[in-house]
């Protein structure tokens, strides 16, 4: 039976955390041979956004690329290397279409999605020092000013950042995120997690990112929303530099299981919901290092 994507990038994922393990997430500190993580285009630098972020994340801790660049075969071609007995991985681009209603005549339109395929620079043989990706891109110093962030969330955000009992949460109805007090954490790198994790939780809020997941995910919601902080946070935690926390939590690998087999094209949703999370609260996050980031983002596909 033909596939189309969106049964293959999902079944791709959900074969990946059948292995209980969150394939977005690496398990070693920044600085590794590639440096800073985030996959982008080796011709034009731009970074990839979306649920081609997440794949290509996936397929760099996967495969374990020490590149960050990544390059249609035709480009490789063009730029002499050698790729042979290499598989490439599928991505998407959004092509906007038109057509008309057959009842009122009105032309509209929609987004359709079109694959095509890539190769890490670390696939390919050859002269590579003039693209972008066979070292990293050049992203700011990490952020290791746990406070720094605290501010950072609560002046972007508008929105008080509480500390006491045991458990995170991200209150929506009085605006505010309450922490467990800092030394409760078993590291710095667990609670820089967990802030970020609320604090995509708190993009969600109406005068923010708005975001209703409901009407699409009905009593799966919950878990929809629990994958997009998730993303979300580690996204943020790649994009500033910070040091993965990689703790699994099995119950939600199983909630997010389920929301994937039950609907294939969930995790397009929760990823682009991501995504948007994401430059919301970096647009608003008051960080001097970030100035570098800005650059890329805002040439970003």
Not at 164 to 174: I, R, V, W
């Amino acid at each position: 039976m033909k596939t189309d994507i969106y049964d293959r990038i999902t079944g791709k994922l959900i074969e990946l955390l059948e292995t209980g393990v969150m394939p977005w997430r690496r398990d070693w500190k920044l600085g590794n041979g590639g440096g800073f993580g985030m996959p982008h285009n080796a011709i034009s630098n731009r970074a990839y956004r979306g649920i081609n972020l997440m794949v290509l994340l996936c397929e760099q801790q996967f495969h374990g690329y020490t590149s960050t660049g990544w390059i249609t075969p035709k480009k490789a071609i063009e730029n002499e290397l050698d790729f042979k007995g290499q598989k490439t991985t599928e991505v998407i681009f959004w092509k906007r279409m038109s057509r008309k209603d057959k009842t009122t005549g009105e032309d509209s339109t929609f987004m359709f999605a079109r694959s095509y395929r890539v190769l890490n620079l670390d696939q390919c043989k050859g002269d590579k020092s003039k693209l972008k990706g066979h070292k990293a891109l050049e992203m700011p110093p990490a952020l290791e000013d746990t406070d720094a962030l605290i501010t950072a969330i609560e002046s972007g955000l508008e929105i008080e950042v509480k500390h006491g009992g045991d458990q995170a949460f991200y209150q929506p109805a009085n605006d505010f995120i309450m922490l467990p007090p800092k030394d409760a954490f078993k590291s710095d790198t667990g609670y820089r997690a967990t802030a970020l994790h609320e604090a995509t939780h708190a993009t969600g809020h109406k005068s923010r990112c708005d975001r209703t997941l409901r009407g699409r995910f009905g009593t799966e919601a919950y878990a929809a929303e629990e994958l997009i902080a998730e993303l979300g946070s580690c996204f943020l935690q790649e994009t500033l530099q910070i040091e993965m926390d990689v703790e699994n939590h099995a119950s939600y690998l199983q909630n997010w299981l389920k929301v994937l087999k039950d609907d294939k094209r969930a995790i397009f949703t929760a990823a682009s919901a991501a995504q948007k999370a994401v430059d919301y609260l970096l647009d608003r996050l008051d960080i001097k290092e970030m100035e570098t980031y800005d650059t890329v983002k805002k040439e970003a596909a």
